[in-house]
């Protein structure tokens, strides 16, 4: 695809619901990384896949969240039993392959609302 | 521990107006220095990535320098169209930091009015 594509662009859970974030990096980008933005903060490091392995999920806040690239490409973030406070922009950015001067390529973001 | 901060928070400039945007760091070890920009509702978009001190680098009407603690972006002469959250990041050198993995400041809010 021309871009790094993210659905849904918007999501409305009631507290305790599960959601599931997708993410579409641009073709043949090796490199996935998850990011959460709170309003008003820089994006802060969720996890990182190169391929479908998962390198690092170090920045995942609880076990709530779990992340998957089952074949490399598509990846889904998962949030369950949402809490108020996961409430922020779901921002995934992918690149050719992990070095490190590589530029990261962010879609446009999922804005999850807790009520 | 790594931050970056990044000042001011917010900056309003007339069309024309000159001015800079600062992002101090501390990193136990840089990788790079990488300026994004964001606009309302999307994904931050790529500016620049700085790799040494004394290392400059430009596009249009920005201009970002580096030195050991910090980096400035240099915006000449803005339009309205520059208006936009700007973004400052770090990779650090810290052999356990997943390579590609960035850590963000706050960010500007610039405003330029006509």
């Known amino acids: 695809g021309a871009g790094v594509s993210q659905s849904p662009r918007y999501k409305v859970a009631k507290r305790g619901q599960d959601v599931a974030l997708r993410c579409d990096p641009i073709?043949?980008?090796?490199?996935l990384f998850w990011y959460q933005q709170a309003l008003g903060q820089g994006p802060e490091f969720l996890t990182y896949?190169?391929?479908?392995?998962?390198?690092?999920k170090s920045g995942l806040p609880s076990d709530r969240f779990f992340a998957e690239r089952p074949e490399g490409s598509v990846s889904t973030l998962k949030i369950q039993r949402t809490q108020q406070e996961d409430s922020a922009v779901y921002l995934c950015?992918?690149?050719?392959?992990?070095?490190?001067?590589?530029?990261?390529?962010f879609g446009s973001g999922t804005q999850l609302s807790v009520l | 521990e790594d931050q970056v901060t990044q000042s001011p928070e917010a900056l309003r400039l007339q069309e024309g107006e000159s001015s800079s945007l600062n992002c101090s760091y501390t990193?136990?070890?840089?990788?790079?220095l990488f300026w994004y920009r964001q606009d309302p509702g999307k994904g931050p978009e790529f500016l620049f990535t700085?790799?040494?001190a004394g290392e400059e680098k430009e596009k249009e009407r920005l201009k970002a320098t580096l030195t050991k603690k910090e980096s400035f972006l240099h915006i000449t002469a803005p339009k309205p169209e520059d208006s936009a959250t700007y973004l400052c990041?770090?990779?650090?050198?810290?052999?356990?930091?997943?390579?590609?993995?960035?850590?963000f400041g706050r960010g500007t809010q610039l405003t330029v009015w006509p």
């Open positions: 950015a992918s690149s050719r392959h992990p070095a490190t001067n590589e530029k990261l390529f």
């Open positions: 073709s043949g980008h090796v490199s």
């Open positions: 896949f190169q391929n479908e392995a998962q390198l690092d």
């Open positions: 990193v136990s070890g840089l990788r790079g």
């Open positions: 700085l790799y040494s």
């Open positions: 990041a770090v990779q650090a050198l810290d052999r356990g930091s997943t390579l590609g993995r960035l850590y």
